[in-house]
């Protein structure tokens, strides 16, 4: 399991953390905010030999052929198997950075510094590395663990009011899925103010816990994915139109949705549904889309990567705080949760 260190001063920190390693050559990838916004909080303590590639900000940057971009760029720096690669950014460039990081030379050492909410609750946590392919969320990856994961609230202060909320939407479903208490203790009215570092810490330790006990993801592992199946099919179907959605704006309403079919196929009360639609709504607001666009979410649904021979399998909720998975769910349910999501108002 990945080493998660949660830094007071990122600058200190890596400094010492890089003081500890041993390599040839150091590598740092961002999206061209990341190098605007993120970069200047820690330059000053790289070496001057480092160089840096960057690349578009945005989900449809993470594809093959932004992968041949930074390969290109490995090649040209000639960074040999001793090269330490920083992912500095959110989770586009942790997981597209990682994946290139784990595929050059058949692997080289790196380090992801997430700079986003959500990556860093989420995408930092787990090994997971990947890329889109042809429309398909995350379709092409493979599991490798960083040297580390080092996590500082002070990026926070460089997002975008949007992007941070969409990290929210991972804390909510941590609470979800494994702790009742800890979900009924966020604020959902005013979700800006809350204790960050300490949210931080408590959503890593969550996700940690079912990480280390499925790392390869057979069985337990699979909770993690409440709200994702749906979710990643509503993110993957907005892709590259005019009202895009960021990914927990798209998981918030896939939550929603198999909220709806946790009451229905699993013992999740009304009360806890409405529960949950409400916390949800209160901070994402309800998306619009028409009943004609269903049919083609349904399909994005069906290339979930947890779905086996042509069987639609999801993790939804026994309650608020426990999440069982691996359970089979047709179209036409999944219709109905969506028809279902399309029929709230705030």
Request: net charge negative.
């Amino acid at each position: 399991m990945e080493t998660v260190l949660f830094s007071g001063q990122i600058a200190n920190d890596l400094k010492k953390f890089l003081g500890h390693l041993d390599f040839s050559s150091l590598g740092i990838i961002m999206d061209d905010n990341t190098q605007k916004f993120c970069l200047p909080l820690i330059e000053e303590i790289l070496p001057e030999s480092a160089k840096t590639f960057s690349f578009p900000a945005g989900e449809n940057q993470k594809n093959l052929e932004t992968c041949v971009h930074i390969w290109e760029w490995m090649t040209r720096e000639g960074f040999d198997r001793k090269t330490l690669i920083i992912n500095l950014g959110g989770g586009v460039t942790g997981d597209m950075g990682g994946f290139c990081a784990a595929t050059y030379k058949r692997g080289i050492k790196f380090i992801n510094i997430p700079t986003t909410l959500l990556s860093q609750v989420d995408a930092s946590v787990g090994g997971k590395l990947g890329i889109d392919f042809q429309g398909f969320k995350n379709h092409i990856g493979v599991f490798t663990q960083p040297e580390a994961v080092i996590i500082a609230v002070e990026f926070l202060k460089t997002l975008p009011q949007r992007e941070f909320r969409s990290g929210f939407a991972e804390v909510l479903k941590h609470g979800l899925i494994r702790n009742a208490d800890y979900f009924r203790s966020l604020k959902n009215e005013n979700w800006q103010d809350q204790a960050w570092q300490e949210i931080i810490e408590k959503s890593v330790s969550i996700k940690k816990d079912v990480v280390e006990k499925d790392p390869k993801e057979s069985g337990l592992r699979k909770i993690l994915n409440f709200g994702h199946t749906i979710g990643h099919a509503f993110e993957s179907f907005f892709l590259g139109t005019d009202k895009h959605l960021l990914h927990g704006e798209a998981i918030a309403i896939g939550m929603i949705c198999e909220a709806f079919l946790s009451a229905k196929k699993c013992s999740l009360s009304k009360d806890e549904m409405e529960e949950i639609e409400k916390s949800l709504l209160s901070v994402f607001g309800h998306v619009e889309f028409s009943e004609n666009d269903i049919p083609q979410i349904i399909q994005l649904c069906a290339q979930d990567k947890k779905n086996e021979a042509n069987t639609l399998y999801f993790s939804l909720l026994r309650r608020i705080g426990e999440c069982d998975y691996q359970i089979p769910v047709t179209a036409q349910e999944i219709h109905e949760s969506i028809q279902h999501y399309r029929s709230l108002k705030l």
